[in-house]
């Protein structure tokens, strides 16, 4: 069956650096985006960033750009969110999901329909 | 970016229908996907493009669209619909992606 499935849960120092990793199976790794979403305690979903496998190229959201890299292993099928100058507010459940997007007449849509099950990222001096 | 707002909690009777509502200017041109998040469990895709359940979802769930409004409909809800719900698109721009800030729904 199709599945995403990360890495495990991580404890860092502030100013260090967490590399989380989710590998996919089930599908073909290059035909989906890959993007990544995180959750602190008690908060809602906010979107991190998103990768396009096949070419390599990601967006970032404004607040993560230049402390945040994403790539990806096509021989693997896998693929890689780094966090850097991590601080206290970086602690949060780090998810990955694959994208399912496209058009209906003039809309388009963008869901995620394949989530892998959530890495833990603990940031405490 | 743009925005999604979301009512922060609603709540509904056993066995009625309930309406969770998101509204951004994306909303116009995208169509906003709907996950269901239980305490401690992984979102899970309800609803996506025009009216779109993935397999597993119950026909229980609906969406709809108008302006820049988006809804998704509970047609007799049942007590383990009792969740946080997250609408999401990608923003005005296209480029980044948005999610609302989630609406807690109470089955009564």
């Known amino acids: 069956q199709v599945q995403l499935v990360q890495s495990g849960a991580e404890v860092k120092k502030p100013g260090a650096s967490v590399k989380v990793s989710c590998k996919a199976s089930g599908y073909t790794f290059t035909s989906n985006d890959i993007t990544w979403v995180r959750q602190a305690s008690g908060q809602g979903l906010e979107w991190v960033g998103g990768m396009n496998p096949n070419s390599g190229n990601a967006d970032y959201a404004q607040r993560f750009q230049g402390r945040v890299t994403m790539t990806r292993n096509t021989s693997i099928s896998t693929a890689y969110m780094e966090l850097s100058r991590l601080r206290s507010e970086d602690t949060a459940v780090y998810y990955c999901?694959?994208?399912?997007?496209?058009?209906?007449?003039?809309?388009?849509?963008?869901?995620?329909?394949?989530w892998g099950q959530g890495t833990t990222v603990t940031v405490s001096s | 970016s743009s925005e999604l707002t979301q009512d922060p909690a609603v709540s509904v009777a056993l066995g009625q229908t309930v309406r969770i509502t998101c509204q951004g200017d994306?909303?116009?041109?995208?169509?906003a996907s709907w996950y269901q998040q239980k305490p401690g469990q992984t979102p899970v895709l309800v609803i996506y493009g025009k009216n779109n359940r993935p397999s597993g979802i119950p026909d229980r769930f609906s969406g709809s669209s108008s302006g820049d409004t988006a809804s998704l409909t509970i047609t007799g809800a049942q007590a383990e619909d009792e969740a946080d719900y997250y609408c999401n698109s990608r923003d005005i721009s296209v480029k980044y992606v948005v999610f609302g800030g989630g609406t807690k729904l109470t089955v009564l």
């Open positions: 999901a694959r994208v399912r997007h496209g058009s209906f007449g003039l809309y388009y849509y963008y869901g995620m329909d394949v």
């Open positions: 994306s909303l116009r041109i995208y169509y």
